[in-house]
């Protein structure tokens, strides 16, 4: 471990985005995370300050309840640095970041639906892509302009929504969402909003629920890394011919993967006894190196960052702690 970052992140579930640790102005590296006060903070990875100085409030009561997701992307449009954050308050926030004068950008106020459960949002061709689960069903992902009018939604029922990604397929020339559920991973079409294709387990009777899938390209194809959070292993399926190209079994439930060179994976567990995460080999489906220097419980999420000085990756744990590591 390289630094404890903070100690009072919202735990109350698995779910992985947390915070967001992203490159910034001149090479400077900054994560992003709300606290249980209702905080956002912003930590500067450039600085070997102390922890009473660093991190940093960008927000104060920023939300009404706890964080469910803290997210970084970059508008190319507009060459801006963007915060998505969402919260059990049903509220989508919106943050121009900028170190010395962070601005509130769109706050989407869902608090009208009941019972909803919106764990992430992404921002995506200039549009924001929110998706919303309800126990009862009647879950959906719709699409948002940036004053807040409704564009568009997925033509058909992503299932219970526990995790989202996306990915740009240079074969297809399409975006594609990666949508993780109860059951396996849909994977949608961006561009007119249809299901591509669905990843399930096969010979399941069980619920599988997934972590949040990625998609790789190696050898010519596009392979979809789809993690088990019940199961405890990673399928990988070719994404154009839905078969099953690998399927690695670990010890543990899956919370969270996380790229690393195209070869190797990072991989988080769910009350791990020992190893809190390890790092895998794609090809030899080796274990490459089992870290095991957390004293809690287990890892909610795992990200990397990629520096000419150096990657970097983050993790937060079960306590409500954010850890850094030099890699």
């Known amino acids: 471990i390289y630094k404890c970052i903070g100690s009072n992140l ?3 579930n698995c779910y992985n985005n947390r915070a967001c640790i992203f490159n910034y102005y ?3 590296n900054y994560i992003v995370y709300g606290v249980k006060t209702l905080d956002l903070m912003c930590y500067d990875c450039s600085k070997e300050s102390s922890i009473i100085s660093n991190p940093f409030k960008l927000f104060s009561n920023f939300h009404k309840t706890f964080f469910d997701s803290v997210r970084h992307f970059f508008d190319l449009k507009n060459s801006k640095d963007l915060i998505i954050t969402t919260s059990l308050d049903s509220h989508v926030k919106i943050v121009d970041f900028k170190v010395k004068d962070s ?4 706050d989407f106020d869902f608090e009208y639906l009941d019972n909803v459960v919106i764990n992430t949002a992404y921002f995506i061709e200039n549009k924001i892509m929110i998706p919303f689960a309800f126990h009862k069903g009647g879950n959906r992902i719709a699409f948002y302009s940036l004053n807040g009018t409704k564009i568009n939604e997925f033509t058909r029922d992503p299932g219970f929504i526990l995790h989202l990604n996306t990915y740009y397929s240079s074969y297809s020339k399409v975006n594609f969402a990666i949508v993780s559920n109860t059951e396996g991973i849909y994977v949608y079409n961006i561009n007119d909003y249809s299901l591509y294709n669905k990843y399930l387990p096969k010979n399941t009777v069980n619920k599988s629920a997934f972590a949040e899938g990625h998609i790789i390209e190696k050898d010519e194809k596009e392979i979809l890394i789809g993690p088990s959070f019940s199961l405890g292993c990673l399928y990988l399926w070719n994404l154009r011919t839905k078969v ?12 969270d993967i996380c790229l690393w060179n195209n070869n190797y994976i990072f991989v988080s567990f769910v009350k791990a006894e020992k190893d809190k995460f390890i790092l895998l080999n794609l090809d030899s489906k080796e274990v490459e190196k089992k870290f095991d220097d957390i004293n809690d419980n287990f890892c909610y999420g795992i990200k990397i960052l990629k520096h000419k000085t150096g990657d970097l990756l983050m993790t937060f744990t079960s306590a409500g702690k954010l850890y850094l590591y030099k890699l």
Request: no cysteine; proline share 0%.
């Open 10 to 12: 919202f735990n109350r």
């Open 103 to 106: 601005k509130l950008l769109y």
């Open 26 to 28: 001149r090479d400077k």
């Open 244 to 255: 099953l190209v690998s399927l690695i079994q670990l010890t543990n439930g899956i919370t």
